[in-house]
């Protein structure tokens, strides 16, 4: 039992070491840039994929040809970063920090299918590294000898890491820029330059804990997402900009990963963000962190009033309507189940919206909510032979109840400490339908959910789901503009303020969260019977960015902008998948781009420039500010 | 007359600094009462205490005869003290009638209502409060693009929405013009006697202090050092001690 648990804890700590290299390189280039790098997992892959290539051409046997290829590898992304650095992200630095998310994430999808063209979609199984390919006996258990090599790798880089952050000059800076960048920028540091370097350090950071995974590990092309969740969870954990919180995540996570093989193969994953849950409800700011300095509206542009339509939105709103109403007697087919799927994203955007714009609380995992609504569904069909209709009211409750449940933790914390918590809840329900394979068929999903027969003909269906998503979505524009959306706003806008006028600015966010939940369940119940399965994959994070592109394209500020934001994401993305084979590096150019010109998102900026048509035009000037003599 | 608020003995230490110190006092209706003090004396984590923002280690806080010590800030609130911040806290992206009605809203109970737009709520009695500060030709505009003046007077509006019986002040003035201040404080105080409000502010601004309180405690190191009336304070060795005998007639920080 000891021998099991030491080659456990060895394992753990392996582990580690290239988790603790991303998470720090994540962790720096997010104090310093205040930018969420959610492409930190693709110079991750890359650095791996580059590693395998060049150590192939280096002569894997020869140990100049390995290390060589190793380091050259995370030098060549090292590169990348700082041109993507310089030609992205230089440019969005003063957007919302939503919208720099959204920016990384397109660069995601871009890595995705270069990677995919480069490499094609096979694993690559990398050489064993020279000098460590035997194994070496411990306490009666063999063990790698290139394992043992990582475990210390890990401190090295820590001790490294320390002498570079404490005692040269840049070190210094970038610990000043992580806790005051005006102030940096005040004393006369060339900003620009510092920002530059350290994205490129962070990302060859990344790049190098990929390449060492070489000999451990196929290199495969989702490396990237897998990869990029438990970095989260590691820089969340130890604290954001933390270094040393950093390496001590990691190895917690390390760790729990290796035991909980052990003792719960079945959920190891929930274990981990389980771990990460409890520590954020203790420490809010992770182990090593401190409580950020400046709100989370810090900056960006300030919100806008929030006005009902005006009669012309009203008008254009009701002509949609009647498209959406009469299209089956005009188009095709097929075109049913495009409408049909829009409808239910559209609902989808518009709970993401409903948390997010009035709320202010990011989520980075809604589609846990769209995913159980589907498995409560799913469920409810195959376990409790429930009828469709039952069925569907019955779904969103169990999403309701996670909200519920979810929520609660989550709107304890705020900013992007939240959006990582609702990460981590996501993937505890992906895991959960993922591994609890005697429940939910696992990765096989469950089939044959199909609608009542009287709803089965894809015109019947196409209304009943755009009559309920239509109605959910009303709903909740009704209550955005009620005396609880105003609450939900104002404690949003200043919690202070909301709190020193009686509002209960944590219950207040609880319900919207639940209803967001809520209203993402109804979604998820309609997609499953319109596919007539479920999956796993319906929960996992890039559906939840799906939504995020949708709310953040349309707008958060506008209550419309996310139906639109839908609409036009699932067509770009419809139209893309027919067009070409390489059509997530097209769709991901194109949210890079969209994110450059609009960084308002397309409502917003539509209106934005209705306003400013409007002060154009020669307007009473406002009256200065009487004098208070009265 | 029994005061609107008695505090008795209230204390805070952060590590080993005692910031407040056993101090009592009280403040009765109508009346304006000036805390004052030099940089650091305890003057804003005694506010704190009085509202909840910060729980107290010691004493008392008694509040329309009953104790209030312990109780949230919205608690607080929701008993009948109204409270404006040192930098304004107003909702940025709701315009300055919005402001007014979700107070309204609040106060009369409707936060937790899903149907109904709240634009249409309690519009008459938020801008007769606007009218009062002068705000009302504004009532349209978003709270964000505000002169802070503006800004300080609709928090004034805001902070009497629940009808309160005490109104807390940190540094109404902070930040304005020297005109605006003197007319600010001219407000809150023929508001609050016309409304039989209890009023205690702090304040850096001497003229202010002077002008508009009808009694003045003086806090240094977290100790009450002196109260009473203007001229009292003024004369009081102590006090001209902590002041260095400046800033008494100067208006200056």
Redo the contacts between chains.
Sequence with gaps: MIDLIFAQTLNGLASASSLFLVACGLSIIFGVTRIVNFAHGSFYMLGAYLAFTLVTRFGPADVFGFWGGVLVAALIVAALGAIVEIVILRRIYQAPELFQLLATFGLVLMVQDIALGIWGPEDKLGPRAPGFKSFVVLMGSRFPTYELFLIVVGPIMLGLLWFLFQKTRWGTLVRAATQDREMVGALGVNQRLLFTSVFAFGAGLAALGGALQLPREAVNLHMDLSMISEAFVVVVVGGLGSVTGAYLAAVLIGIIHAFGILVFPKITLVLVFLVMAVVLVIKPYGLMGERPVGSAHAHGP?????L?ASFNIKLIGLAALAVLLLAPFVVADHWLLTLTELSIFALFAASLHFMMGPGGMASFGHAAYFGLGAYGAALAVKWLGMPMLPALAFAPFLAGIAGFVFGWFCVRLSGVYLAMLTLAFAQIAWATAFQWVDVTGGDNGILGIWPAPWASSKLVYYYLALAICVAAILALR??I???????L??G???P?????????VMR?QW?AFIIAAFAAGIAGALFAFFKGSVFPTYMAIPRSVDGLLMVLLGGV?TVSGPIVGAFAFMGLQEQLVKATMYWRFVLGASIVLLVILFPRGLVGTALAFAERRREAEPAPP??A?????? | MTPVLEVRNLGKSFGGVRAVDDVSFSVEAGKLLALIGPNGAGKTTCFNML?GQLPSDRGEVIFDGRTITGL???EV??LGVG?T?QIT???????VR?NV???L???AG??????????D?HVAEADALLKQV?ML??AE??C??L?Y??LK?VELA?AI??KPKLLLMDEPTAGMAP??RI??M??TAEIARERGIAVLFTEHDMDVVFAHSDAILVLDRGKLIAKGRAEEVRNDPAVRAVYLGSGATSGGH
């Design positions: 300030v919100e806008p009033l929030l009902p009704v209550v503009f009620a005396p609880f959306g105003y609450a706003r104002a949003r806008d200043s202070l303020r909301a709190e020193a006028i009686g509002l209960p207040i319900i500020q406002v009256t500010a009487p004098e208070l003599a009265r | 509202n949230k800030p919205r609130w929701r409270r911040f806290a107003t909702f940025a992206s709701m315009s919005e009605q979700m107070a809203i609040s106060h409707e936060t937790w209502t899903l149907f109904g737009r709240a634009k709520r002068g030709d504004q505009r978003a964000g693009v002169a003046g503006d007077r805001v929405a629940n005109r605006e007319a600010l001219a407000l």
